[in-house]
């Protein structure tokens, strides 16, 4: 396919979208993302994958939703690399892991356990699905000059949310929990659906990707519903790999 | 086992190591490595297993081998642990997996493909063997500080030498060809045989790891040139190893100041 044809699942085209893209799972926060950004115009609107393009900083950047889940995610990176994207970020929400995290708090992604169906199809299971480390730091940076308390760590991406939230009725309940188990034993922070698919589709292109989750503790309060600090976040992020890309800078 | 006793396979009890360790895999290595820290001393010896300490910037540091092979490299850094270090730096040589990577250059290891049998008696298969990210940055800063070419990014943890040098002749040779280019085609940049089991036990013990090689091999496995051979010399290696740890050792003091 052409990259100027349109795009099969996303319905874009090369000069749609800029290199940089915000990824979140629901299309409905496409738009709250997209106010963010300057000159906000919706593109597309196809399935799950709603896109918004604008600017920062004069700099050309959209926000893509991936519908929940790696096969959905998977395609709609493929597509956006094909007509120029090299730098994504997914945002969004997620479980948190470990005992001493809070509602609230932030997780940088820095690589993803492969607990899903998609990114074998792409590389043996022993690959690492890691995030690129400017793109990480660009995000730990950004929380800390919000001053948003944030925490850097491997997350779990799944592929069957009430496999994690309900693992009692299901016939596998003895070996999800007993993985769970060893995932939190491992340092896992945050439990999520895309990372990895996301993580290891840009190693293969060389892309770049990152991740930053708004973590939920079971059965505390939401203290930030509209998730501004999230989103406020993610995008000092896209501002500073701007303008460490426009200075050329090679990380660290 | 009592932290005060000598644990059992590296011979050395809490007190003779400092937090900051580096890992060479051969034990020849460990002389020349302690050879740049302040005041090293010879520490103990068994097996595989050698260890020097001494200071750096005033800070107790040394140097353990683990031998070849992740199952020694995962008992050296269990056995480290309960004598009190936290902080691990692989240093040695790999292959490069990318035509743009050349003889001489040097890798910072990110994350590591879980190509070896140790890893997964601590963790399942799909959990990533990935750096601690702080350490990998301060490992970068200090392989640029040498203007040598430096590339960040995974390595390939393989349990067999030859079974990457010599496919061919494997029984398994269709399989380990296919897999080295599916690799190859995910962006790893090199080949070695500790890393995944280090990034992994230090995961699941809650201390952090990174890796600093030096490239010696072409991804084409073809021969190394006279030239080539001549750099075996590992001193821009080891002066990045060292300038990293410097650096994760002025961060951790800078974030205790604050």
Redesign the interface.
Known sequence: MNATELQHHIQLKAGDVGRYVLLPGDPGRCEPIAQLFDDPVKVASNREYETWTGTLDGEKVSVVSTGIGCPSASIAVEELIKIGADTFIRVGTSGAMQPDSFTGELAVI??????EGTTSH?????????AD?QV??ALADAAKTLGHPYR?G?SQSKDSFYGEVEPDRMPMAEQLHR?WD??V????ISSEMEAAAIF?IS??H?VRAGGIMRMWLDGTDDTDPHMEKLLGTAVQALRNLIRDDKAGMS?? | MNVTERQHHIGVARGEVGRYVFLPGDPGRCEPIARLFDDPKLVAKNREYETWTGYLDGEMVSVTSTGIGCPSAAIAMEELVKVGADTFVRVGTSGAMQPDIRVGDLGVIQGAIRDEGTSSHYLPMEFPAVADLELTRALAIGARSTGKTVHIGISQSKDSFYGQHEPGRMPVAARLQERWHAWMAGGAICSEMEAAALYIVAATLRVRAGGIMKIFGHWDQAPMTEEELAQEGLGDLLAAAIAGMREMIAQDRAAVAK
């Open positions: 820095t690589a993803a356990i492969r607990d792409y590389l043996p299971m022993e690959f690492p699905a890691v480390p990480v730091f850097l491997v993985r060893a995932f034993a491992g340092g896992a290891v190693s293969i060389r990380w660290p």
